[in-house]
Protein backbone atom coordinates (compact mmCIF):
# COMPACT_ATOMS: atom_id res chain seq x y z
CA UNK A 1 0.00 0.00 0.00
CA UNK A 2 1.29 3.52 -0.86
CA UNK A 3 2.63 5.51 1.84
CA UNK A 4 0.98 9.24 3.11
CA UNK A 5 2.65 12.27 4.63
CA UNK A 6 0.73 14.12 6.95
CA UNK A 7 1.46 17.15 8.95
CA UNK A 8 2.24 16.38 12.66
CA UNK A 9 -0.10 18.94 13.86
CA UNK A 10 -2.39 22.34 13.19
CA UNK A 11 -4.71 24.03 14.96
CA UNK A 12 -8.45 25.31 14.40
CA UNK A 13 -10.25 28.17 15.58
CA UNK A 14 -13.82 27.00 16.71
CA UNK A 15 -16.56 27.28 13.84
CA UNK A 16 -14.18 27.59 11.01
CA UNK A 17 -13.06 24.98 8.74
CA UNK A 18 -10.33 22.50 9.12
CA UNK A 19 -8.16 21.58 6.01
CA UNK A 20 -6.07 18.62 6.63
CA UNK A 21 -3.97 17.73 4.06
CA UNK A 22 -2.52 14.55 2.93
CA UNK A 23 0.01 13.64 0.56
CA UNK A 24 -0.21 10.05 -1.21
CA UNK A 25 2.12 10.48 -4.46
CA UNK A 26 2.79 7.26 -5.00
CA UNK A 27 -1.13 5.72 -4.67
CA UNK A 28 -2.04 2.98 -7.12
CA UNK A 29 -5.15 3.19 -9.45
CA UNK A 30 -7.06 0.98 -7.43
CA UNK A 31 -6.11 2.32 -3.82
CA UNK A 32 -8.35 4.10 -2.09
CA UNK A 33 -8.23 7.04 0.35
CA UNK A 34 -9.33 6.52 3.75
CA UNK A 35 -9.49 9.30 7.04
CA UNK A 36 -10.10 8.25 10.36
CA UNK A 37 -9.63 10.16 13.53
CA UNK A 38 -8.29 9.21 17.23
CA UNK A 39 -10.31 10.92 19.58
CA UNK A 40 -8.04 10.88 23.46
CA UNK A 41 -7.97 7.12 25.15
CA UNK A 42 -10.81 6.26 22.18
CA UNK A 43 -10.50 3.83 19.44
CA UNK A 44 -10.52 4.74 16.12
CA UNK A 45 -13.89 6.45 13.96
CA UNK A 46 -14.08 6.41 10.17
CA UNK A 47 -14.72 9.60 8.84
CA UNK A 48 -14.54 8.79 5.34
CA UNK A 49 -13.33 7.44 2.03
CA UNK A 50 -12.92 7.76 -1.84
CA UNK A 51 -11.03 6.78 -4.59
CA UNK A 52 -11.26 9.80 -7.54
CA UNK A 53 -13.98 11.88 -7.01
CA UNK A 54 -14.61 14.05 -4.09
CA UNK A 55 -17.20 12.84 -0.65
CA UNK A 56 -19.02 14.50 1.43
CA UNK A 57 -21.11 12.81 4.27
CA UNK A 58 -22.06 14.10 7.05
CA UNK A 59 -18.89 14.05 9.12
CA UNK A 60 -16.79 15.76 6.77
CA UNK A 61 -16.19 15.79 2.67
CA UNK A 62 -12.82 14.83 0.89
CA UNK A 63 -11.34 16.59 -1.89
CA UNK A 64 -8.92 14.28 -4.18
CA UNK A 65 -6.71 16.33 -6.33
CA UNK A 66 -7.24 15.40 -10.07
CA UNK A 67 -3.52 13.23 -10.48
CA UNK A 68 -4.65 11.23 -7.01
CA UNK A 69 -1.03 12.40 -5.30
CA UNK A 70 -2.82 14.26 -2.75
CA UNK A 71 -6.16 14.82 -0.63
CA UNK A 72 -7.96 17.47 1.81
CA UNK A 73 -9.99 16.61 4.50
CA UNK A 74 -12.35 19.43 4.89
CA UNK A 75 -14.47 19.41 8.66
CA UNK A 76 -16.50 22.67 7.43
CA UNK A 77 -17.45 24.26 11.28
CA UNK A 78 -14.75 22.48 13.73
CA UNK A 79 -15.74 22.57 17.24
CA UNK A 80 -13.84 21.56 20.38
CA UNK A 81 -15.17 17.95 20.27
CA UNK A 82 -13.21 17.59 16.72
CA UNK A 83 -9.73 17.70 18.66
CA UNK A 84 -8.26 14.70 17.84
CA UNK A 85 -5.31 12.45 15.48
CA UNK A 86 -6.31 12.43 12.05
CA UNK A 87 -5.11 9.33 10.02
CA UNK A 88 -4.94 9.60 6.23
CA UNK A 89 -4.84 6.10 4.61
CA UNK A 90 -4.43 4.77 1.12
CA UNK A 91 -4.84 1.07 0.70
CA UNK A 92 -7.45 -1.18 -1.93
CA UNK A 93 -10.18 -2.80 -0.83
CA UNK A 94 -9.16 -6.65 -0.86
CA UNK A 95 -5.87 -5.15 1.49
CA UNK A 96 -7.33 -4.06 4.49
CA UNK A 97 -6.45 -6.70 6.26
CA UNK A 98 -2.73 -4.72 6.55
CA UNK A 99 -3.98 -1.08 7.29
CA UNK A 100 -1.19 0.47 7.91
CA UNK A 101 -1.46 3.59 10.46
CA UNK A 102 1.18 6.62 10.61
CA UNK A 103 1.68 8.91 12.73
CA UNK A 104 -1.30 11.11 11.88
CA UNK A 105 -2.48 14.86 12.42
CA UNK A 106 -2.90 16.26 15.64
CA UNK A 107 -5.23 18.71 15.26
CA UNK A 108 -6.65 20.82 18.40
CA UNK A 109 -9.81 23.28 18.24
CA UNK A 110 -9.39 26.31 19.91
CA UNK A 111 -12.70 28.42 21.58
CA UNK B 1 -26.57 -2.34 17.31
CA UNK B 2 -23.41 -2.64 20.50
CA UNK B 3 -20.75 -2.34 17.04
CA UNK B 4 -17.67 -3.68 18.13
CA UNK B 5 -17.60 -4.53 21.90
CA UNK B 6 -14.37 -5.37 23.67
CA UNK B 7 -13.35 -6.83 27.16
CA UNK B 8 -12.24 -6.25 29.67
CA UNK B 9 -11.34 -2.35 29.49
CA UNK B 10 -8.08 -2.56 31.80
CA UNK B 11 -6.04 -5.26 32.58
CA UNK B 12 -3.08 -5.70 34.44
CA UNK B 13 -0.81 -9.45 33.74
CA UNK B 14 2.20 -10.42 35.41
CA UNK B 15 5.35 -11.59 33.26
CA UNK B 16 4.58 -15.16 32.16
CA UNK B 17 1.23 -15.13 32.24
CA UNK B 18 -1.51 -16.17 29.76
CA UNK B 19 -4.94 -14.26 29.07
CA UNK B 20 -7.53 -14.21 26.85
CA UNK B 21 -8.72 -10.38 24.98
CA UNK B 22 -12.29 -10.89 23.80
CA UNK B 23 -13.85 -9.23 20.89
CA UNK B 24 -17.23 -9.50 19.81
CA UNK B 25 -19.25 -7.62 16.42
CA UNK B 26 -23.05 -7.54 15.99
CA UNK B 27 -23.12 -6.73 12.37
CA UNK B 28 -22.38 -9.95 10.87
CA UNK B 29 -18.77 -8.16 9.47
CA UNK B 30 -16.69 -11.46 7.96
CA UNK B 31 -13.32 -9.17 8.27
CA UNK B 32 -12.42 -9.13 11.72
CA UNK B 33 -8.94 -7.52 12.95
CA UNK B 34 -6.59 -6.49 16.38
CA UNK B 35 -4.05 -3.67 16.47
CA UNK B 36 -2.00 -2.69 18.99
CA UNK B 37 -0.82 1.17 19.59
CA UNK B 38 1.84 2.25 22.01
CA UNK B 39 1.84 5.17 23.62
CA UNK B 40 2.06 8.13 20.94
CA UNK B 41 2.25 6.09 18.16
CA UNK B 42 -0.26 4.95 15.01
CA UNK B 43 -1.58 1.53 15.01
CA UNK B 44 -0.13 -1.74 14.27
CA UNK B 45 -2.16 -4.73 13.03
CA UNK B 46 -1.46 -8.20 14.82
CA UNK B 47 -3.84 -10.28 13.05
CA UNK B 48 -6.60 -10.40 10.80
CA UNK B 49 -9.66 -12.89 9.28
CA UNK B 50 -11.17 -12.74 6.06
CA UNK B 51 -14.07 -14.91 7.71
CA UNK B 52 -14.95 -18.04 10.16
CA UNK B 53 -12.33 -20.36 10.06
CA UNK B 54 -9.95 -18.02 8.63
CA UNK B 55 -7.09 -16.10 10.11
CA UNK B 56 -3.73 -14.37 9.01
CA UNK B 57 -0.96 -12.53 10.37
CA UNK B 58 -0.48 -8.52 10.40
CA UNK B 59 2.78 -6.73 10.88
CA UNK B 60 3.55 -7.63 14.48
CA UNK B 61 2.07 -11.23 15.43
CA UNK B 62 4.83 -13.04 17.96
CA UNK B 63 3.53 -13.82 20.81
CA UNK B 64 -0.34 -14.10 20.43
CA UNK B 65 -2.73 -16.40 18.65
CA UNK B 66 -5.96 -16.24 17.36
CA UNK B 67 -8.99 -18.00 15.74
CA UNK B 68 -12.50 -17.20 14.32
CA UNK B 69 -14.87 -20.08 15.36
CA UNK B 70 -17.72 -17.98 14.66
CA UNK B 71 -18.77 -14.65 12.47
CA UNK B 72 -19.00 -12.18 15.66
CA UNK B 73 -16.08 -13.51 17.94
CA UNK B 74 -12.41 -12.85 17.54
CA UNK B 75 -10.43 -13.43 20.36
CA UNK B 76 -6.98 -12.31 21.02
CA UNK B 77 -4.79 -14.79 23.23
CA UNK B 78 -1.57 -13.67 24.69
CA UNK B 79 0.87 -17.10 25.19
CA UNK B 80 2.80 -15.66 27.73
CA UNK B 81 3.20 -12.24 28.69
CA UNK B 82 5.74 -9.94 28.19
CA UNK B 83 6.21 -6.17 29.13
CA UNK B 84 7.16 -5.45 26.02
CA UNK B 85 3.25 -6.20 25.40
CA UNK B 86 1.51 -3.55 27.68
CA UNK B 87 -0.21 -1.57 25.22
CA UNK B 88 -3.32 -0.38 23.92
CA UNK B 89 -5.04 -3.15 21.86
CA UNK B 90 -8.20 -2.29 19.38
CA UNK B 91 -10.34 -4.56 17.75
CA UNK B 92 -12.04 -4.01 14.55
CA UNK B 93 -14.67 -5.01 12.02
CA UNK B 94 -14.71 -4.39 8.42
CA UNK B 95 -18.37 -3.41 6.72
CA UNK B 96 -19.66 -4.17 2.95
CA UNK B 97 -18.55 -0.73 1.96
CA UNK B 98 -15.28 -0.93 3.66
CA UNK B 99 -16.16 1.05 6.41
CA UNK B 100 -14.18 0.36 9.36
CA UNK B 101 -15.51 -0.07 12.85
CA UNK B 102 -13.47 0.10 15.82
CA UNK B 103 -14.29 -1.00 19.44
CA UNK B 104 -13.47 0.97 22.79
CA UNK B 105 -10.10 -1.16 23.56
CA UNK B 106 -8.50 -2.91 26.17
CA UNK B 107 -5.65 -1.45 28.04
CA UNK B 108 -3.12 -3.45 29.42
CA UNK B 109 -0.45 -3.48 31.41
CA UNK B 110 2.41 -6.41 32.02
CA UNK B 111 4.84 -6.03 34.87
Not at chain 1, 60 to 69: P, Y
Not at chain 1, 84 to 92: D, G, M, P, Q, S
Not at chain 2, 39 to 46: C, E, F, V, Y
Amino acid sequence: DAKTTQPPSMDCAEGRAANLPCNHSTISGNEYVYWYRQIHSQGPQYIIHGLKNNETNEMASLIITEDRKSSTLILPHATLRDTAVYYCIVRTTDSWGKLQFGAGTQVVVTP
Amino acid sequence: NAGVTQTPKFQVLKTGQSMTLQCAQDMNHEYMSWYRQDPGMGLRLIHYSVGAGITDQGEVPNGYNVSRSTTEDFPLRLLSAAPSQTSVYFCASLSVSYEQYFGPGTRLTVT
